[in-house]
């Protein structure tokens, strides 16, 4: 069974910037895509970065040249670097994986961080 452990959210002042980290329990050998979403109380979960195995990142308008998403292949884990931050960005912050199991594809989620952008 899979477990992502986020880390990296906390409180932050506007136009500042936080990392957040999120790390696979164990080895993983087929990899889908990676994704970082975010939901504030009484919304919807929204995509906020999308990373297939193969091709081109995708973003949210709301964080498009402030966010980035990264990868670390050998280590399993998959970061968020937020910049520029506003009080519209304050959520919590979940990681996905979506993984090869053997018989399809499956969606593993971390447990959320929440990120509170505030002065």
């Known amino acids: 069974q899979v477990q992502l452990v986020e880390s990296g959210g906390g409180l932050a002042q506007p136009g500042g910037s936080l990392r957040l980290s999120c790390a696979a329990s164990?080895?993983?050998?087929?990899?889908?895509?990676m994704a970082w979403y975010r939901q504030s109380p009484g919304k919807q979960r929204e995509l906020v970065a999308f990373?297939?195995?193969?091709?081109?990142?995708n973003y949210a308008d709301s964080v498009k040249g402030r966010f980035t998403i990264s990868r670390d292949n050998a280590k399993y884990m998959v970061y968020l670097q937020m910049n520029s931050l506003k009080p519209e960005d304050t959520a919590v912050y979940y990681c996905?994986?979506?993984?090869?199991?053997?018989?399809?594809?499956?969606?593993?989620w971390g447990q959320g961080t929440q990120v509170t952008v505030s002065s």
């Open positions: 996905k994986f979506n993984i090869w199991s053997g018989a399809g594809f499956v969606d593993y």
């Open positions: 164990v080895s993983i050998r087929s990899i889908n895509h």
């Open positions: 990373m297939p195995s193969g091709g081109r990142t």
